[in-house]
């Protein structure tokens, strides 16, 4: 167990709609990492929160936003869903900040299709 | 920009032998890790073994140990007395130390299958 809870592990759903994945970090992780899952993209790391502040964006779409609530969990909201956003979504956390040398751990996943 | 290099999509190796699974990376930067991390078909994300970039010493963890190559940016995982449940995606991961975000890149991944 990383101590890393998602919620919900599955969602079906179908296109144009709009989902919300949550994540609680591992107590004491400040950082919180959002990775997205695909057969054709691989792992590719979407944005970080430190802090309930976003530190980086990579390659996220306009219709994905997320954030990080004082209580330091986070979701991911994902809008006018498409057939290619089917993935698995992993969030992650750390202890983050500059300099850090601790590692990520991850959480189970949510696993997103969409019909 | 980082990017992460695994040039072997498939391996297999039976069940007690060693296996080597090969990462390079693409960085201008001096301080760094790399990481391997384990997805069972269970699909969860496993820390396997980290590196820190200006350590010279290899990392080892119990079975599983790294040839860090800093010059050649090479970064390869060894697996000794390979076990059923090694059967897994492993992937190589970089990640910058310093620079604004702690993000990771990960490599394409390698499937590895563990033959009884």
């Known amino acids: 167990d990383s101590g890393v809870t998602q919620t919900p592990k599955h969602l079906i759903t179908a296109t144009g709609q709009r989902v919300t994945l949550r994540c609680s970090p591992r107590?004491?992780?400040?950082?919180v990492y959002w990775y997205q899952q695909s057969l054709d993209q691989g792992l590719q790391f979407l944005i970080q929160?430190?802090?309930?502040?976003?530190?980086a964006k990579g390659n996220i779409l306009e219709r994905f936003s997320a954030q990080q609530f004082p209580d330091l969990h986070s979701e991911l909201n994902l809008s006018s869903l498409e057939l290619g956003d089917s993935a698995l979504y992993f969030c992650?956390?750390?202890?983050?900040?500059?300099?850090?040398?601790?590692?990520?751990?991850f959480g189970d996943g949510t696993r997103l299709s969409i019909l | 920009a980082q990017t992460v290099t695994q040039s072997q999509p498939e391996m297999s190796v039976q069940e007690a032998e060693t296996v080597t699974l090969s990462c390079t990376y693409d960085?201008?930067?001096?301080?760094?890790?790399l990481f391997w991390y384990k997805q069972p078909p269970s699909r969860q994300m496993i820390l396997v073994i980290r590196?820190?970039?200006?350590?010279?010493q290899n990392a080892t963890e119990n079975r599983f140990s790294v040839n860090f190559q800093k010059a050649a940016k090479s970064f390869s995982l060894k697996i000794s007395d390979s076990q059923l449940g090694d059967t897994a995606m492993y992937f190589c991961?970089?990640?910058?130390?310093?620079?604004?975000?702690?993000?990771?890149?990960f490599g394409k991944g390698t499937k590895l299958t563990v033959n009884p």
């Open positions: 590196q820190e970039a200006y350590k010279q």
């Open positions: 991961a970089f990640m910058p130390l310093w620079g604004g975000s702690e993000k990771l890149v």
């Open positions: 107590s004491g992780d400040l950082s």
């Open positions: 992650a956390s750390s202890v983050g900040g500059a300099g850090s040398n601790q590692p990520q751990h």
């Open positions: 929160y430190y802090n309930g502040e976003e530190r």
């Open positions: 960085t201008s930067e001096n301080n760094y890790y």
